[in-house]
């Protein structure tokens, strides 16, 4: 059994619901509908695809992708921008959430809740091991709850900071697991084949759903991978750009 370390709490993070979350979800499917009518109107083609996007708080642009294949970014108005470097920016955030998307898969986050709880049916002991599986599920259920949220139809660069603080406490408590089942690793030839199948099957479930990696970490090189294809992005560009 294979395993990396980690350890601590971290704060729980709120999400818009009830009238808050509908309001939020009006206005951004608003802005998308009027976002895309903008883009065939001023390229007199239909978008195959438009993204909300906030590089940061409260400035929301639109990422439309066009036949060709073209790109147009508009600010709220409808307006194209004409700075390369504001396209650029956009582009990245865009391409970096869509990678961050991936990571954060929620049937893999559900696989993992399922091996936890197989895990706790056939094990009883170490108690410290106990609580930490139990706490890698709870902090698996806010991720997924965040992956969840149709607000994620905004590629947001703060909200890759807050997913990251919220997948913080599932890596600590991954941690903690691997540090309280040791004495059950050095121990596994004498355990019984579902205690093994269940603990293997935890490890290898956690890995697939990313909490044995910190995901600060991740989104820090996908960020940094992603320059190359904002420029061709930028390239692409069918409204004229200035440095």
Do not use: K
């Not at 992956?147 to 997948?167: F, H, K, N, T, Y």
């Not at 989104?219 to 750009?241: K, M, N, R, Y």
Request: charged share 20%.
């Amino acid at each position: 059994m294979s395993r990396p370390l980690g350890h601590g709490p971290a704060p729980s993070l709120a999400e818009p619901v009830g009238d808050a979350l509908e309001t939020a979800l009006e206005e951004l499917l608003a802005g998308l509908v009027a976002a895309s009518a903008a883009a065939a109107r001023l390229c007199a083609a239909e978008p195959d695809g438009v993204r909300a996007v906030e590089v940061a708080p409260g400035r929301r642009r639109f990422l439309c992708a066009l036949p060709g294949p073209g790109f147009l970014c508009l600010d709220e108005a409808g307006t194209p921008l004409t700075s390369a470097r504001e396209v650029h920016q956009i582009a990245a955030a865009s391409l970096a959430f869509e990678h961050v998307e991936g990571i954060v898969d929620v049937d893999r986050v559900d696989d993992l809740l399922a091996a936890a709880g197989r895990l706790l049916a056939v094990v009883t002991e170490p108690p410290a091991m106990l609580a930490a599986v139990a706490a890698v599920a709870e902090a698996a259920r806010a991720l997924a709850a965040w992956r969840a949220s149709p607000l994620r139809a905004v590629a947001s660069v703060p909200e890759l900071d807050r997913v990251a603080r919220i997948q913080e406490p599932a890596y600590r408590a991954y941690g903690a697991f691997v540090t309280a089942s040791d004495p059950l690793v050095e121990a596994q030839d004498r355990l019984a084949p579902e205690v093994v199948a269940a603990l293997s099957r935890f490890e290898e479930a956690a890995g697939a759903a990313g909490v044995t990696e910190r995901l600060a970490d991740r989104i820090g090189q996908v960020v940094s991978s992603c320059d190359e294809g904002a420029d061709e992005i930028v390239a692409a560009h069918l409204a004229p750009l200035q440095a």
